[in-house]
């Protein structure tokens, strides 16, 4: 079985160069050197750095400069500190995950996907050298059912062109937000180091509660971890959807806790060794509306699972978007928090 050496406890730089406003002060001060010498400090072996096309990119598809240069330098201050790096591209010209963005052109414009496939050679091209440290994730989170074979048909694409110039770790994922499911619908690699990536954030009504981004989710729900199947499968259906309520439906448990997590992960692991290839969870995390409490029990349960499958992670997200590990309404919580990082 392959492994993704290097990547076992990470976290993500979310918000920095990704879903914010792009302002150059912003950019200069968000993430500094010293972030990444207290995330070192924790005992993470990795960060995840995602990053938007409009920083690398002109109107044109042509790559910038100024882009290349701040993810070099976030590139530096790791290789400096002793950590690994993912770097994430994390909406591409034509398309993004985000409500009210989403699928624009990308998945049936050829000139998209073009651009696509050449910002990736380029990216190669800088950072094959450090090819023992740096990793390469092609697109965050692709959505709907219909994109699956469009999907692999590009990202083998861009794997081919990465290959040209590099030896570095390639991430993909799959449909529905990079779930778990998505991963059964990739096709297997036709290259060597190679990660299937997964992100996990369930049971999304306690992970997400009073999400306000969700458009069925009442800012009144609250709900405790762990807790009654029923009570899941009641506020899932009434806050979320009949689709993750099903999940509750067939789980043969009265309470939902660290079972659900493991019946979750069991299809990653079938397809790590189907496809002999790494697997790999680059999101998890509990929306800072959670109980302290439950949060903690949440993210001893998952670090155990993520333990015994052997699966790699980084957590969402070291500091703002309603996640952020360092926010000070984590601050009582904290060091219970980062001891997940030293496992």
């Not at 976030?74 to 690994?84: A, P, S």
């Not at 081919?160 to 529905?176: S, V």
């Not at 998505?182 to 999304?204: I, S, W």
Request: glycine content about 6%.
């Amino acid at each position: 079985m392959t492994e993704f050496k290097g990547y076992r406890n990470g976290v993500n730089l979310g918000g920095w160069l990704s879903q914010c406003d792009y302002d150059k002060d912003h950019i200069a001060g968000f993430i500094t050197e010293d972030d990444i010498v207290r995330i070192k400090s924790w005992g993470c072996d990795h960060v995840r750095l995602p990053f938007d096309y409009n920083i690398i990119l002109d109107e044109d598809g042509n790559v910038l400069e100024s882009g290349m240069e701040l993810l070099s330098q976030c590139v530096e201050w790791c290789r400096c500190h002793d950590l690994n790096i993912i770097l994430d591209l994390h909406k591409t010209m034509g398309f993004s995950f985000d409500k009210g963005e989403n699928e624009s052109g990308f998945f049936h414009d050829e000139r998209y996907q073009d651009i696509f496939v050449n910002l990736w050679g380029s990216i190669a091209q800088r950072f094959a050298q450090y090819a023992d440290s740096v990793a390469l994730e092609l697109l965050n989170e692709i959505t709907e059912r219909s994109y699956a074979e469009i999907w692999n048909r590009i990202a083998a694409r861009a794997v081919a062109e990465i290959r040209k110039y590099a030896d570095n770790y390639i991430l993909i994922g799959g449909i529905f937000q990079n779930s778990v499911f998505g991963l059964t619908l990739l096709d297997k690699p036709c290259a060597d180091r190679v990660v299937f990536n997964f992100h996990y954030y369930d049971p999304l009504v306690f992970t997400h509660q009073k999400a306000g981004w969700i458009d069925a989710m009442s800012r009144e729900c609250s709900i405790s971890y762990p807790g009654s199947t029923e009570e899941y499968h009641t506020k899932t259906l009434a806050n979320v959807g009949s689709d993750l309520a099903q999940n509750f439906e067939r789980y043969p448990y009265d309470v939902v806790d660290k079972r659900f997590i493991e019946l979750a992960f069991r299809p990653a692991d079938d397809v790590r060794r189907k496809m002999d290839v790494p697997v790999y969870c680059g999101e998890y995390g509990v929306i800072d509306q959670a109980p302290a409490e439950d949060m903690l029990r949440w993210y001893d349960d998952i670090n155990e699972v993520f333990d015994s499958f052997g699966f790699g992670r980084a957590a969402w997200n070291y500091k703002a978007k309603d996640f952020g590990i360092i926010d000070e309404c984590r601050a009582d919580i904290f060091p219970e928090i980062v001891k997940h990082f030293k496992r």
